[in-house]
């Protein structure tokens, strides 16, 4: 399993189909750490929001990579579950990787009011992956072979973003909301609903994408 996620990853990499949506995410992160002091939290929880539709638009990227030629040659040598599986697996490690960048920029180049401390690191890495998760199961949802083309997928994907702000429900709001606070204790308590309807949104949304990739392939 580890080598077919290394294999779609370095396809990834190779089709440079992740240079649009990476210098998004980057153009953000400078925006948004270019007016200081930068407290930590406040400042990384609008960047977290950021990482929703930069997450959203790279991990449907990477899901377009492979031609469906390709998929079906990846399917009949690992079968169709473990196939999904590593799809699955590998969008995981593309948001972790995108986390941990998100929140290194400004640590090197320090942009932080202050030094971030331990508590503080933890809340921002687990914003920055809570939001990037929501954008990759809304990417799965859109993906091919779900839907063929790409006029489709990113209409919806694209208007489910913009019509979640005011409907009330966008975890990217949620989630800057929650980290705007001074004192990192109460940080949790805020953050829980969001995180307990992101966990909610990927129950459905992953094994949903993957049982329509498995019919649709």
Same mark, same amino acid.
């Given at each position: 399993?580890?080598?077919?996620?290394?294999?779609?990853?370095?396809? +990834?990499?190779? =089709?440079?189909?992740?240079?649009?949506?990476?210098?998004?995410?980057?153009?953000?992160?400078?925006?948004?750490?270019?007016?200081?002091?930068?407290?930590?939290?406040?400042?990384?929880?609008?960047?977290?929001?950021?990482?929703? $539709?930069?997450? %959203?638009?790279?991990?449907?990227?990477?899901?377009?990579?492979?031609?469906?030629?390709?998929?079906?040659?990846?399917?009949?040598?690992?079968?169709?579950?473990?196939?999904?599986?590593?799809?699955?697996? =590998?969008?995981?490690?593309?948001?972790?990787?995108? =986390?941990?960048?998100?929140?290194?920029?400004?640590?090197?180049?320090?942009?932080?009011? +202050?030094?971030?401390?331990?508590?503080?690191?933890?809340?921002?890495?687990?914003?920055?992956?809570?939001?990037?998760?929501?954008?990759?199961?809304?990417?799965?949802?859109? %993906?091919?072979?779900?839907?063929?083309?790409?006029?489709?997928?990113?209409?919806?994907?694209?208007?489910?973003?913009?019509?979640?702000?005011?409907?009330?429900?966008?975890?990217?709001?949620?989630?800057?909301?929650?980290?705007?606070?001074?004192?990192?204790?109460?940080? $949790?308590? +805020?953050?829980?609903?969001?995180?307990?309807?992101?966990?909610?949104?990927?129950?459905?949304?992953?094994?949903?994408?993957?049982?329509?990739?498995?019919?649709?392939?």
């Amino acid at each position: 399993m580890t080598a077919s996620v290394r294999y779609l990853l370095a396809e +990834h990499l190779a =089709s440079r189909r992740w240079i649009g949506p990476f210098l998004f995410l980057l153009a953000g992160i400078v925006v948004l750490y270019s007016q200081p002091p930068n407290p930590v939290l406040s400042t990384a929880g609008t960047v977290s929001a950021w990482m929703l $539709p930069a997450m %959203s638009w790279w991990c449907y990227a990477f899901l377009d990579t492979s031609e469906p030629g390709e998929r079906q040659v990846s399917i009949a040598a690992l079968g169709p579950r473990r196939f999904a599986a590593a799809r699955l697996l =590998s969008l995981a490690a593309l948001v972790a990787g995108a =986390s941990l960048f998100t929140f290194l920029v400004p640590l090197v180049l320090g942009l932080f009011e +202050h030094t971030p401390r331990a508590g503080e690191v933890a809340l921002v890495l687990f914003a920055n992956g809570l939001c990037g998760l929501a954008g990759a199961g809304l990417a799965a949802l859109i %993906s091919e072979p779900i839907f063929r083309g790409r006029a489709w997928p990113l209409l919806l994907g694209g208007g489910a973003l913009v019509l979640s702000v005011p409907a009330g429900i966008s975890p990217a709001i949620a989630t800057a909301r929650a980290l705007d606070r001074k004192d990192p204790s109460a940080v $949790p308590a +805020h953050l829980a609903p969001e995180t307990l309807a992101i966990a909610l949104f990927l129950a459905i949304a992953i094994p949903l994408a993957a049982e329509l990739w498995r019919r649709r392939e």
